[in-house]
């Protein structure tokens, strides 16, 4: 494959959508779609990105017994969404700082510990270059309503049998899904 251009198509406030233009192996001429937090890709290189944009957060109760998983209303999907708390990383934050900040914000959670960090993945690579670190640790406090009136969340913290009925019963995002999977059958 062999990357020939990249076209800026329209941008909005988040996300701005381009056109990436290349030839496959059998030299066909491709255009494919994408979105980016980006606002001024110029070149192949600027794909992909200097550093994460996003922070995922899975966050475990302080014996380990439960996971904290947000039902949150996704626009894109036109539904409620099982999900891990998440946003974005703002300039001149840390992931870590970013971390603790969208934990208060979405859930009232104090965080307490982070035990490990993956290293950066993509959100949905089908057609974003958003990338993401994930954040595994302990959470505590008193569950309060997400502050922010543009996100309807609802979190609370689940133990591994209802962990394995949600996964029978609700959409999730394919991330939190397979985390949960995996975390309900230790």
């Known amino acids: ?3 020939k251009g990249i076209k800026k198509l329209s941008e909005g406030h988040f996300i701005t959508r381009y056109d990436i233009s290349y030839e496959t192996v059998d030299g066909k001429e491709k255009n494919y779609e994408i979105i980016s ?5 110029q070149d ?3 794909l992909h990105g200097p550093k994460a944009d996003a922070v995922v957060l899975m966050m475990h109760s302080l014996d380990g017994q439960r996971l904290l998983i947000n ?5 894109a999907a036109g539904m409620w969404v099982m999900n891990f708390p998440a946003g974005l ?5 840390t992931a870590d700082q970013a971390a603790a900040r969208e934990l ?3 859930t009232g959670l104090r965080l307490v510990s982070i035990d490990d960090r993956l290293g950066e993945s993509y959100s949905a690579v089908g057609f974003s270059n958003e990338q993401n670190v994930c954040v595994i640790g302990k959470a505590d406090g008193e569950i309060l309503p997400s502050n922010s009136t543009v996100e309807e969340i609802e979190a609370k913290w689940y133990t591994k049998a209802e962990v394995r009925e949600l996964l029978k019963t609700e959409k999730f995002a394919a991330r939190t899904q397979a985390y ?3 975390w309900s059958r230790e």
């Open 1 to 3: 494959m062999e990357f």
């Open 37 to 41: 937090r980006n606002h001024n890709i």
């Open 44 to 46: 192949y290189e600027e």
């Open 71 to 75: 039902r949150e209303f996704r626009m």
């Open 89 to 93: 990383i703002d300039p001149g934050e």
């Open 104 to 106: 208060r914000e979405e």
């Open 180 to 182: 949960c999977y995996l």
